[in-house]
């Protein structure tokens, strides 16, 4: 299985004398320390034995060991940790595009396991789970003590099978249970529909599939809208998108880009850091862009977020992102499993790091809750005008398309009356890109 990533001569004559004063201590020191590990380790074996020996029920002593190693990793970070053959397996198939499961993204804060995103379409998401939810107990089990794989393996299940969560969730006083009906996931990394004269991507998750996912859906959306000379602009919608593979980030970066860095990786060794840039061709053809970010969006959606800010290709939108700003290597090891080791922060072209900062947006839109226009709303969005009073007379300077496009603009206006109730971010970008779109206009 191979490793993939998930998502730094003047005195020569007296340094020759220092390093001869010098390398005795230094060498006394690597012993010293060689010494201490050995020592550790034989620690380490003592207390294995005497588990085995002496705990009150027998152990499975392969289990015990692959508790040291996921402990050892789980010390380091949030997200090193070592996964079982089955569970290396399940990450392998759902870089894929499919698995079993409820459909969030999750990460440890405090000891409680924390939503980074629901999936869209996911049975979490159609359950009401947001991000910056915390979930506290399983099937009323607390997980307080758990390690994040733990904890997962409690929330597993069979297809089909229900599962309740105690969730805390800010700007709610008493915690509350959720039940979710655990499904077959499959995820359409990525989804294209027009809003007008407007394409809207909506990147849910980087797998294999997000970028042909994409271009494929982009192609269709514009050959709907009858060519790119008819798009006003695009929307990148990257809300609850907790991330994913490298590669696919940095290929969703490039639609979009012409040329300059997209990401770069530093690692502990500098000569092991990568520069990534982007390729001549922009799938959008250098339309305006308004790219949608929040809470959920973490790591890879954060790389795409930060690389297009950076070089102004758009004005990000929402509010500030997750702030995961290192790269996972996933390694096979010895039995089937692997490790999943942090490498390596990664950087936006400007050189920034965004961990435990996020992305902040250009323009910080809160999400408004959806509401329902009825009737009565639409009626007083379309006041009494002079058309309606009985004998009025016609206007004569406008031919019958014109007089048709004009219809045609009032209902896209009440078009966007209708998506402001339903989600007030996605409605201000598409606004947004209008004006954009204006000011690009040739006189």
């Known amino acids: 299985m191979r490793s993939f990533v998930m998502a730094a001569l003047a005195g020569t004559v007296a340094g020759a004398v220092l390093t001869t004063q010098i390398a005795g201590p230094v060498l006394a020191q690597e012993q010293s320390d060689s010494m201490s590990v050995y020592q550790q380790l034989d620690l380490f074996g003592d207390i294995f034995e005497r588990i085995r020996g002496q705990y009150v029920e027998e152990v499975d002593d392969g289990k015990l060991i692959e508790a040291a190693i996921n402990g050892m990793l789980t010390s380091l970070d949030p997200h090193s940790s070592y996964l079982a053959p089955d569970d290396a397996e399940d990450m392998r ?26 999936m869209d379409g996911t049975p979490a998401d159609e359950a009401g789970m947001q991000a910056g939810d915390y979930i506290t107990h399983v099937d009323g089990e607390s997980i307080l003590g758990l390690t994040l794989d733990e904890a997962v393996e409690l929330m597993r299940g069979p297809v089909g099978s229900d599962i309740t969560v105690t969730v805390v969730r800010e700007g709610t006083d008493e915690p509350f249970d959720v039940t979710i009906t655990r499904d077959t996931i499959k995820l359409t990394a990525a989804r294209v529909r027009t809003e007008g ?28 809208l009858g060519g ?46 990568d520069r990534y840039n982007a390729t001549e061709g922009d799938l959008t053809g250098g339309k305006p862009l308004v790219v949608l970010i929040n809470g959920g969006s973490a790591s890879a959606s954060e790389i795409v977020a ?10 990000v939108v929402g509010t500030k992102s997750f702030g995961k700003g290192s790269v996972q290597t996933v390694m096979p090891v010895p039995g089937g499993g692997a490790m999943r080791l942090t490498t390596a922060r990664y950087y936006t072209p400007s050189g920034r790091s965004i961990q435990a900062l996020g992305v ?12 329902e226009v009825t009737e009565e709303d639409e009626a007083q969005i379309r006041t009494r005008t002079e058309a309606d009073l009985r004998g009025s007379l016609d206007n004569d ?4 398309d014109e007089q048709r496009q004009i219809q045609e603009e009032q209902e896209a206006a009440l078009a966007a009356a209708h998506l402001r109730g339903q989600d007030f971010q996605l409605s201000y970008a598409i606004d947004l890109l209008k004006g954009l779109s204006a000011m690009n206009q040739p006189q």
Do not use: C
């Open 397 to 400: 300077s406008l031919t019958e």
């Open 360 to 371: 902040s947006p250009d323009i910080v839109v809160e999400q408004q809750p959806a509401e």
């Open 228 to 273: 790119m000379e008819n798009v006003e602009g695009f929307v990148l919608d990257l809300r609850n998108n907790p991330g994913g593979l490298l590669t696919q980030a940095i290929k969703v970066s490039d639609a979009f880009l012409d040329k300059g860095e997209i990401v770069s990786t530093r690692g502990r060794n500098p000569a092991d850091g």
């Open 93 to 118: 198939v759902q870089t894929r595009g499919e698995f079993g499961g409820l459909g969030i993204e999750v990460t440890q804060e405090d000891g409680f396991v924390k939503v980074v995103s629901p």
């Open 197 to 224: 004269d407007m394409v809207v991507l909506r990147v849910t998750t980087f797998n294999d599939q997000t970028y042909p996912n994409m271009e494929e859906g982009l192609k269709e959306a514009v050959d709907e």
């Open 306 to 315: 930060g690389a297009l800010q950076d070089h102004r290709r758009g004005v």
